[in-house]
Each structure stands twice: as C-alpha cells, then as structure tokens.
C-alpha cells in the first residue's frame, strides 16, 4: 500500500469516528430535549389549572425563632423554557418553574439588638419579603426592631440538560420547607412517569418522586464510588 492510499485509509477512519461520535451525541440531545419538553409541557398546564383552583397547600414551613407558617395556597404558577444550540440545531436546554405558596397573613415579630441581624440574615437566605423599623430610646440607641414577614414564598425549579452526556440536574428550592435540593438523573429515565411523580412532589402531593430519584444509574453510580 503506497504512502497516499495509507493515509487515506487513516483518515476515513478518522471521520467514520467523528461520525459515530456525533451521532452519538445527537442522540443524548435528543433525550434530553425530549425530558425537557415533557417537563415543560406537562407542569405549565399543571400550572394552568392550579392557578384557576388555586389549591390549598400541605407545605409547612418553618421560620426560625418564629415557629410553623401553615395554612397557605398555591398561586401564580409559572413556567418557561429556555433553548441551546448544539451541534447543528437548536433544543430544549433548560425549564423554569416558580409558584407562589402563601397567605394574605403577615407576622410581626419583634427582635432585639442581639438577634436583629441573624433574624433579618434569615429573611434574605429565604428570600421572604419583609418590611422592618428599628426603635430608638431617648438616648438614640437601638432598643428592638419589628418585623413585618409576609407569609408568601417562593417555590422554584429549574431543570438543566446536559446535552453530550444525555443527563438532567433538577434544582429544586422551598418545596415543603425552606430548603434547596438537587437531584440527577438521566433524560431517558425522565419519563412519562417520572414528571408526574415530580409534579405530585411539587405541590405536595403523596409521590414517588425521591425513590425514582435513588432508582436512577446515577444515584447507584455515586453509591458504589461512596
């Protein structure tokens, strides 16, 4: 074989690899178009029809110092999406969800000159609207400040998609408490049951959403390296 038709050999071999490569990638886009889509689709028409029923709540969240909030309901349901391009095309590259779960009850809650700055450190980490007004003696020193806490807090999510590997990260914020979580799993596994099982978890509902989570390869995968 002469030098030429060797290096042409190589080189068809080469592209015939970058082919199946890309191929193969396309096919994780896909997927995780496809998740992405379904979670679209199926939490804004939940949202549609929570912002019509406006559903009371289960969540009970707990404010430091304060004690449980109880007693809300479910309102202003959004959600969006957000395109990526990649490869040749453009895809489904993240979902945004937000809903409101609250009350037209506000707290006033009085703090000292000790607890002030933890308690108003507390709102912000939460994100909970908040009014406050600080109270002075006669010698102009800080004595308490009052609190005014709008009971009406923020459920989040955003769904990421990670086009080459095929895989979703799914953040999660205030759903049952104030708190953040993440969860992973791949775009194949995001199936018609999953959204559901993810939607009933959202809005507090009985679900199966954290065992299909641990039912995930990747949840197994960090196992084993565990």
């Known amino acids: 074989m002469g030098l030429l038709d060797d290096l042409k050999q190589q080189a068809d071999a080469l592209k015939a690899q970058d082919t199946d490569k890309t191929e193969s990638l396309r096919g994780n886009a896909v997927a995780v178009d496809h998740a992405l889509r379904r979670a679209f689709l199926y939490m804004n028409d939940l949202g549609k029809q929570l912002n019509i029923v406006q559903m009371p709540s ?15 309901t479910f309102r202003d349901f959004f959600a969006d999406f957000r395109t990526k391009h990649f490869i040749d095309k453009d895809y489904y590259g993240e979902v945004h969800l937000a809903t409101r779960c609250g009350s037209d009850k506000v707290l006033s809650i009085k703090k000292g000159p000790d607890d002030m700055e933890k308690f108003r450190d507390t709102l912000w980490q939460y994100n909970i609207e908040h009014k406050s007004e ?29 086009h080459e590997t095929g895989k979703l990260k799914i953040m999660v914020k205030n759903v049952g408490d104030f708190s953040i979580d993440v969860f992973q799993m791949t775009a194949l596994e995001f199936n018609d049951k999953a959204v559901e099982e993810f939607a009933k978890y959202f809005i507090g509902r009985p679900n199966e959403w954290t065992e299909i989570v641990k039912r995930s390869v990747l949840s197994q995968r960090a196992a084993v390296a565990a």
């Open 58 to 72: 289960p969540f009970v969240y707990k404010l430091p110092t304060v004690g449980d909030i109880t007693g809300l």
């Open 134 to 162: 600080q109270y002075r003696d006669q010698r102009k020193v800080i004595t308490h400040e009052m609190f005014e806490v709008k009971c009406d807090f923020r459920v989040q999510s955003k769904f990421e998609g990670d």
